[in-house]
């Protein structure tokens, strides 16, 4: 095994208690957007984003028929075909860097923010990818947001990785590749930490940690909660 798979593997945790996470159970989700939301983005980004945001809101409805769980039951180690399709989707969506798409050096956009202005970077593609899968049910303790060093590139870039089973070698959704790899085949890419709604985990010590100890997951979360009010 190599290093950079033995990485992939230190960041496999212990489930925490997942209350912390119900709150935001369902932010993010397209089933939660409504008619005010759609103006808001409209207004922030322009007619065009009302088209992107109802192509998104229908994807989502496609996808939960039949639901992604079941698909991914039926895989049996063809995960990677099910996933394909969401992977793919997002992937078509420019790619835009914070500094030139919000003028920041640094901001992880909402699904509905990076959707409506058809734009984001690598860690709003991870992101938003992720929303849309635990919205088609897949247990949010498979998934994991991580950040890496893209070797290929010599920068810091982030995925998501999606675990069948909690020892098992993970897959990885990721906005330079349509197709779905598992890491033992992406020694491009070295783990740095990984975070879902239940916890961060250090590879470097293994150290753990909440992920409301992210500034920029921290705000996220507000501005979800935010969107949902609406």
């Not at 290093?3 to 212990?14: D, S, Y």
């Not at 640094?106 to 635990?134: H, Q």
């Amino acid at each position: 095994m190599n290093r950079t798979t033995t990485g992939w593997r230190h960041l496999l945790f212990a489930s925490l208690a997942l209350s912390a996470a119900m709150a935001f159970a369902e932010l993010g989700y397209t089933t939660r957007v409504g008619p005010n939301l759609v103006t808001r983005m409209e207004q922030r980004f322009g007619p065009a984003a009302r088209g992107y945001m109802n192509r998104w809101v229908g994807f989502g409805k496609e996808q939960r028929t039949p639901p992604m769980t079941d698909r991914l039951q039926a895989a049996r180690g063809r995960e990677a075909e099910a996933l394909q399709v969401v992977n793919v989707w997002f992937n078509r969506i420019r790619f835009v860097d914070d500094s030139v798409h919000w003028s920041m050096i640094d901001y992880w956009a909402t699904p509905a923010e990076m959707v409506a202005s058809n734009g984001g970077d690598c860690e709003d593609f991870a992101i938003a990818k992720y929303f849309l899968l635990k919205e088609l049910g897949v247990p949010v303790e498979r998934l994991r947001i991580t950040y890496v060093r893209s070797l290929r590139l010599n920068q810091a870039h982030m995925v998501l990785a999606y675990y069948p089973t909690p020892d098992a070698e993970p897959l990885i959704l990721d906005n330079l590749e349509n197709r779905i790899r598992p890491a033992s085949e992406r020694s491009d890419l070295d783990p740095v930490y990984s975070f879902n709604d239940d916890e961060v985990r250090m590879v470097q010590g293994d150290r753990r940690s909440q992920p409301s100890q992210i500034r920029a997951w921290r705000s996220l979360l507000d501005r979800l909660a935010a969107e949902a009010s609406l």
